[in-house]
């Protein structure tokens, strides 16, 4: 079936640090890809996102491409803040009626 | 300001009582969704609806109902048999061809 396996957390490392966080998914045709933050106590908000292969999605510094040969969509961040702090989900929906699938989620925690 | 708004943002609930959380979106979005998130876990699928007066069950069903009467509205009421509801609840909505959109979320104690 469809499924999304990211990085296991947590994360911690010191600001200005260049972040990695990986993502790999398992799905039938072309599905669009997202990566998701949460902050403590909110919802989640959408960070990015790509729909086709070769696509890079980017945001705040953030960026991430939608790999078909790897099946990835690793998220990136050449510098990052203590703010950066949160719960970041990667993601993906099959077809456009499908309902989206989340990873499991990782914890990024930034020293100063 | 589109949006989806769920409320209250906190909720106390009494052993063996059953309580209903409220998710309403002005995106005229089809499809919504309720997840519980426990502390440092993930999101768990409880119900979701494709579309009004149909809904399906997700992976935590158990002890929960829902009801889509409006499409703005998907309402989920914990239920007595739900032994252990404490968690933080998000509701969610997409179109056919957009990203999920997000509500702030309703934290559940039980005392």
Not at chain 1, 86 to 93: E, K
Not at chain 2, 74 to 87: D, E, G, I, M, Y
Request: glycine share 8%; proline share 4%.
């Amino acid at each position: 079936g469809n499924s999304v396996t990211q990085m296991e957390g947590p994360v911690t490392l010191s600001e200005e640090a260049f972040l990695t966080i990986n993502c790999t998914y398992t799905a039938t045709g072309y599905p669009s890809l997202f990566w998701y933050v949460q902050y403590p106590g909110e919802g989640l908000q959408l960070l990015l996102k790509a729909t086709k292969a070769d696509d890079k999605g980017s945001n705040k510094g953030f960026e991430a491409t939608y790999r078909k040969e790897t099946t990835s969509f690793h998220l990136e961040k050449g510098s990052v803040q203590v703010s950066d702090s949160a719960v970041y989900f990667c993601a993906l929906r099959y077809s456009s009626a499908s309902k989206i699938i989340f990873g499991s989620g990782t914890r990024l925690s930034i020293r100063p | 300001d589109g949006g989806i708004t769920q409320s209250p943002k906190y909720l106390f609930r009494k052993e063996g009582q059953n309580v209903t959380l409220s998710c309403e979106q002005n995106l005229n979005h089809d499809a919504m969704y309720w997840y519980r998130q426990d502390p440092g876990q993930g999101l768990r699928l409880i119900y979701y609806s494709q579309i009004v007066n149909d809904f399906q069950k997700g992976d935590i069903a158990e002890g929960y109902s829902v009801s889509r009467e409006k499409k703005e509205s998907f309402p989920l009421t914990v239920t007595s048999a739900q032994k252990n509801p404490t968690a933080f609840y998000l509701c969610a909505s997409n179109g056919m061809n957009t990203e999920a959109f997000f509500g702030q979320g309703t934290r559940l104690t039980v005392v």
